[in-house]
């Protein structure tokens, strides 16, 4: 009963990565088809793809404009990254030999991906914030901006689990050796 009870679990965590995974590639590409469809065409920038009016942005700074939509795919793209990473640890993933070279190549690249969203909003929020002393209307966008504090708190947790795991590995290879 126990063992259906986890396979049961198993299973629903998988289909949940598997949604985010959908979700985040279907954000990633709203957001790039926004962002080029409103190259060609300014008067859609009312109708941004998340409900962000980016039209006074667009009008006070082209570039500005360009960072903020970029930043905003990439943030996703990585995210659906991180996502597809998670789901071929579930393929690789085996309770009875857990610690594999494979499954710590994929863990860091999960941290990686992670830490580089971190840094990523991390440093677009202090440019933001430094344009919107200028005068320049970010507010709405700074706010919009996940945290990216709490990536890097991720990071920091990812980073353990990656040492366990390179530990896991040695000693793991040390008994192999031993029997």
């Given at each position: 009963?126990?063992?259906?009870?986890?396979?049961?679990?198993?299973?629903?965590?998988?289909?949940?990565?598997?949604?985010?995974?959908?979700?985040?590639?279907?954000?990633?590409?709203?957001?790039?088809?926004?962002?080029?469809?409103?190259?060609?065409?300014?008067?859609?920038l009312n109708e941004h793809y998340l409900r962000l009016d980016l039209s006074k942005i667009y009008?006070?700074?082209?570039?500005?404009?360009?960072?903020?939509?970029?930043?905003?795919?990439v943030t996703s793209a990585t995210k659906a990254l991180i996502f597809y990473y998670v789901l071929?640890?579930?393929?690789?993933?085996?309770?009875?030999?857990?610690?594999?070279?494979?499954?710590?190549?994929?863990?860091?690249?999960?941290?990686?991906?992670?830490?580089?969203?971190?840094?990523?909003?991390?440093?677009?929020?202090?440019?933001?914030?430094?344009?919107?002393?200028?005068?320049?209307?970010?507010?709405?966008?700074?706010?919009?901006?996940e945290d990216g504090s709490t990536y890097i708190g991720i990071y920091i947790v990812l980073t353990?689990?990656?040492?366990?795991?390179?530990?896991?590995?040695?000693?793991?290879?040390?008994?192999?050796?031993?029997?």
């Amino acid at each position: 009963m126990k063992t259906k009870n986890n396979l049961l679990w198993k299973n629903l965590i998988h289909i949940i990565c598997w949604l985010i995974f959908i979700g985040c590639c279907i954000q990633a590409g709203g957001l790039l088809y926004s962002y080029i469809f409103s190259l060609f065409e300014p008067t859609y920038l009312n109708e941004h793809y998340l409900r962000l009016d980016l039209s006074k942005i667009y009008n006070e700074n082209k570039t500005m404009y360009s960072l903020v939509a970029i930043v905003l795919i990439v943030t996703s793209a990585t995210k659906a990254l991180i996502f597809y990473y998670v789901l071929k640890l579930y393929k690789f993933f085996e309770l009875e030999k857990p610690f594999t070279k494979t499954i710590l190549n994929i863990l860091i690249k999960i941290t990686y991906c992670t830490a580089f969203i971190g840094i990523l909003l991390i440093v677009i929020k202090h440019v933001l914030k430094n344009f919107s002393e200028k005068g320049y209307e970010f507010n709405l966008i700074v706010e919009f901006l996940e945290d990216g504090s709490t990536y890097i708190g991720i990071y920091i947790v990812l980073t353990v689990i990656t040492w366990i795991f390179k530990k896991g590995i040695k000693l793991q290879t040390d008994n192999d050796l031993t029997l």
